[in-house]
T-cell receptor, first 116, second 113 residues
Framework: GAVVSQHPSWVICKSGTSVKIECRSL??????MFWYRQFPKQSLMLMAT?????????EQGVEKDKFLINHASLTLSTLTVTSAHPEDSSFYIC????????????FGQGTRLTVV | KQEVTQIPAALSVPEGENLVLNCSFT??????LQWFRQDPGKGLTSLLL?????REQTSGRLNASLDKSSGRSTLYIAASQPGDSATYLC????????????FGKGTKLTVNP
């Protein structure tokens, strides 16, 4: 199947700093990628849709100025958590849909963010 | 808005048992449904994708069924093994042809040797 790579797999940062997470589709092009967040013992919740060459669309309740998304190419989307706070600590995971695979979604490995 | 529910929340079985995980969704106007596996602290591994025109899909010991009319899907695991221990997630499109997925909370499966 298609491969989506996410980096880093874990990061610890100080409160107030910014953290960038990368999501790459390795063997296919993705005009659209998705960013999800998962809190402990909760289901994955969609944060935003990353669109290549245009602005991301955010789900209700997600601060676009805090979670900056850039989809600079057909294989790379980045999520930057700006001015991170302890409540932003979570598991962030991206996905891309492999269209020629019948619309199957493939996910990255996820990034565990801990803000101290 | 799509809502996805999975039962049971947790399941513990002895090795070798066959088991069924259940998923229900509220909006049946979906074009596919997908089952994933998540190991602790890890990303999601796609297990099976069922298109709306299909009733079931099989991969090895896994079989997933889809009944759009009743808003249900099941994941059947045959001859369970300790390595099957993980959380299994069901995901359906948010709306009709949307690419946005709505996930259930998952079923945490433990297969005891």
């Amino acid at each position: 199947g298609a491969v989506v790579s996410q980096h880093p797999s874990w990061v610890i940062c100080k409160s107030g700093t910014s953290v960038k997470i990368e999501c790459r589709s390795l063997d296919f092009q993705a005009t659209t990628m998705f960013w999800y967040r998962q809190f402990p013992k909760q289901s994955l919740m969609l944060m935003a849709t990353s669109n290549e060459g245009s602005k991301a669309t955010y789900e209700q309740g997600v601060e676009k100025d805090k979670f900056l998304i850039n989809h600079a190419s057909l294989t790379l989307s980045t999520l930057t958590v700006t001015s991170a706070h302890p409540e932003d600590s979570s598991f962030y995971i991206c996905s891309a849909e492999y269209r020629t695979g019948g619309g199957e979604a493939f996910f990255g490995q996820g990034t565990r963010l801990t803000v101290v | 808005k799509q809502e996805v529910t999975q039962i049971p929340a947790a399941l513990s079985v002895p090795e070798g048992e066959n088991l069924v995980l259940n998923c229900s969704f509220t909006d049946s106007a979906i074009y596919n449904l997908q089952w994933f596996r998540q190991d602790p602290g890890k990303g999601l591994t796609s297990l099976l994708l069922i298109q709306s025109s299909q009733r079931e899909q099989t991969s090895g010991r896994l079989n997933a069924s889809l009944d759009k009319s009743s808003g249900r899907s099941t994941l059947y695991i045959a001859a369970s093994q300790p390595g099957d221990s993980a959380t299994y997630l069901c995901a359906a499109p948010n709306q009709g042809g949307s690419e946005k997925l709505v996930f259930g909370k998952g079923t945490k499966l433990t297969v005891n040797p």
